[in-house]
T-cell receptor, first 115, second 114 residues
Framework: AQSVAQPEDQVNVAEGNPLTVKCTYS??????LFWYVQYPNRGLQFLLK??????LVKGSYGFEAEFNKSQTSFHLKKPSALVSDSALYFC?????????????FGTGTRLLVSP | DVKVTQSSRYLVKRTGEKVFLECVQD?????MFWYRQDPGLGLRLIYF???????EKGDIPEGYSVSREKKERFSLILESASTNQTSMYLC?????????????FGQGTRLTVV
């Protein structure tokens, strides 16, 4: 079965420190991978995606993610966290070998950046 | 910018009512989705449509139906609302996902069934 795991319910980091939000996936074949962010009482906003090519992907608001095929991971990173980065983050995968147009989401990780 | 608009931010309905959630997108996207978001469960796909009048069941279609009469509009229908359908509902649209297109989300509708 296709699945996405976000092993941490919450990540705490001090402002100015680097942050990492973890994501691993399980799909057959090569996937498309996505990160989304959700602020309170809002919909999801697209941050970045991996399709092919360079394993390091840069996205909005200074975020980046590294695709690691051997570890089936796609961790979200930022060199210096801001208090305004506090939000709920979702990893998603689109399996490439299925005809069904579907994104599979993880359960989300709440990021809390303290001043 | 792509805009996905859901008709209501907050709704309160009574058990047994028929409930309509409306979603409109303005980017001529082929795909439209309805997700349900619950704490600890992430987003779960209810229904998906890849063209006008075409639909596919997602992971949790029971108790729901959908309608897509026009390309830009995708409606979610709760045939007889129940308290376990209290949740955040998110509509999304995208180009064909085979090329790695991302989905764009509406602001969400928080539905409470009493």
């Amino acid at each position: 079965a296709q699945s996405v795991a976000q092993p941490e319910d919450q990540v705490n980091v001090a402002e100015g420190n680097p942050l990492t939000v973890k994501c691993t996936y399980s799909v057959s074949g090569n996937p498309y991978l996505f990160w989304y962010v959700q602020y309170p009482n809002r919909g999801l906003q697209f941050l970045l995606k991996y399709i092919t090519g360079d394993n390091l992907v840069k996205g909005s608001y200074g975020f980046e993610a590294e695709f690691n095929k051997s570890q089936t991971s796609f961790h979200l990173k930022k060199p210096s966290a801001l208090v305004s980065d506090s939000a709920l983050y979702f990893c998603a995968v689109r399996p490439m070998n299925t005809g069904f147009q579907k994104l599979v989401f993880g359960t989300g990780t709440r990021l809390l950046v303290s001043p | 910018d792509v805009k996905v608009t859901q008709s209501s931010r907050y709704l309160v309905k009574r058990t047994g009512e028929k409930v309509f959630l409306e979603c409109v997108q303005d980017m001529d996207h082929e795909n439209m989705f309805w997700y349900r978001q619950d704490p600890g469960l992430g987003l779960r796909l209810i229904y998906f449509s890849y063209d006008v009048k075409m639909k596919e069941k997602g992971d949790i279609p029971e108790g729901y139906s959908v309608s897509r009469e026009k390309k830009e509009r995708f409606s979610l229908i709760l045939e007889s609302a129940s308290t376990n359908q209290t949740s955040m509902y998110l509509c999304a649209s995208s180009l064909i996902l085979d090329r790695g297109a991302e989905a764009f989300f509406g602001q969400g509708t928080r539905l409470t069934v009493v």
